[in-house]
């Protein structure tokens, strides 16, 4: 016992010794360092600063992922793996523009201004915007990133403008002509699957829709990526200005829109860890 007690202080020593030795030789390093720093002061800086720039050159190279699925779902997930294993077979799944809309005054939704607006804004998505793409720079529009049947040419979504036609000639400015198409509609398709808070009379077939405080016009994507994801960048920038905001208001997303909410969040982040990064050199030179 006694040897081995021995034998432990002996490395004991030894190992003090090593370290009092390194951390001697370490602070002549640094104090070495610092005086050569300390006489060429403007010399030291720029060199950190070619260093720096040298290492953010890379940053040219950079390609952004935002998109929740492929940046935040931990891939060990089940819900990551079912995801991926539908993209493989099936691909990558449809992807919708969601616009929510309801009457400025908060009053009825199937009125004949709110609809008439409702009206552009279709029109307006359908057929009034294109937008190039990021890949090729082709212009595109609704009729090329929307969901078809196979063998189709028609997007295969609709919604209750139907109606009408989607025409807003065909749309009487009558409240019960109005009303009467859409209660025709709700003994086919209830109004609760388009419509919020809607005032239904009657039982039955009788049944007849009277108001409704808020409608929501679903337009189906072909894709989550490609074309249709440049179109849903363009349709959340500009659809704001097809319709009149003292009759109607709206909200509108769609996945994209999550995935540019984080884009900004990052993109604004990146210059203030540049600008953090720069100061910490000068500071440390």
């Known amino acids: 016992v006694k040897a081995v007690s021995r034998t ?17 030789r370490l602070g002549d390093g640094f104090d070495a360092l610092g005086r050569r720093v300390s006489r060429n002061p ?3 800086s720029m060199a950190s600063l070619v260093v720096l720039l040298a290492f953010c050159s890379g940053l040219n190279f950079l390609d952004e992922e935002t998109r929740s699925a492929y940046l935040w779902a931990p891939t ?3 819900a990551y793996r079912d995801w991926n294993t539908v993209k493989d077979l099936f691909g990558e799944q449809q992807n919708s523009l969601i616009l929510y809309a309801r009457p400025a005054d908060g009053g009825n939704v199937f009125d004949y201004a709110p609809l ?4 552009k804004v279709h029109t307006f998505t359908t057929e009034g915007l294109t937008t190039k793409t990021t890949a090729t720079g082709e212009r595109v529009g609704f009729n090329d990133v929307c969901d078809k049947h196979p063998r189709e040419t028609k997007c295969s979504a609709t919604n209750f403008l139907a109606l009408w036609d989607y025409k807003e000639k065909k749309l009487k400015a009558n ?6 198409s859409i209660s025709a509609l709700h003994n086919v398709v209830t109004v609760n699957t388009f419509a919020a808070n809607a005032v239904v009379k009657g039982e039955g077939a009788d049944e007849r829709v009277k108001s409704a405080s808020a409608v929501v016009l679903v337009y189906r994507l072909n894709s989550t990526s490609g074309p249709s994801y440049d179109f849903e960048y363009a349709w959340n ?9 003292e009759v109607l208001e709206i909200g509108h997303l769609s996945e994209r829109s999550f995935d540019d909410e984080v884009d900004r969040l990052v993109s604004g982040d990146i210059p203030l860890f540049g600008a953090g990064m720069v100061i910490i050199v000068v500071y440390l030179s």
């Open 116 to 119: 008439r607006e409702l009206m």
């Open 76 to 78: 060990r997930a089940k």
């Open 237 to 245: 920038s500009a659809v704001d200005s097809a319709v009149d905001p």
């Open 8 to 24: 432990m202080s002996g490395v004991a020593l030894r190992v003090a010794a090593l370290r009092a030795r390194a951390h001697e």
């Open 175 to 180: 409240k019960d002509t109005i009303l009467n």
């Open 42 to 44: 403007y010399s030291t």
